[in-house]
């Protein structure tokens, strides 16, 4: 059975930090690049970042040097760490697998808001 748990969202100040946690079931996390994805409202869901499973990490442009993901493999948990927030990053945020289609399995995601 597919499962991804999503926490760690919550209301930050601009300049803040938070930390994302995912955790996803044995048979989704295995061997697959895992990534982070935000949903602004009206927006599409995009991808902010991934790591594979030997722990090379790809960032969008916008979150480089800010944000950092990791994964731990004996827990089938992936990690985002989000530092010096902006409004711009305000959005839902959800793991998955890197190339999860809109159709496939997804969880319920954390909201993350940044406002002062």
């Known amino acids: 059975q597919v499962q991804l748990v999503e926490s760690g969202g919550g209301l930050v100040q601009p300049g803040g930090s938070l930390r994302l946690s995912c955790a996803a079931s044995?048979?989704?996390?295995?061997?697959?690049?895992m990534a982070w994805y935000r949903q602004a409202p009206g927006k599409q869901r995009d991808v902010v970042a991934y790591?594979?499973?030997?722990?090379?990490?790809n960032y969008r442009d916008s979150v480089k040097g800010r944000f950092t993901i990791s994964r731990d493999n004996a827990r089938n948990t992936v990690y985002l760490q989000m530092n010096s927030l902006n409004p711009d990053d305000t959005a839902v945020y959800y793991c998955?697998?890197?190339?999860?289609?809109?159709?496939?399995?997804w969880g319920q995601g954390t909201q993350v808001s940044i406002s002062s």
């Open positions: 044995g048979s989704l996390f295995g061997r697959n690049n």
């Open positions: 790591i594979t499973p030997e722990g090379v990490t």
């Open positions: 998955n697998r890197l190339g999860a289609a809109n159709n496939d399995y």
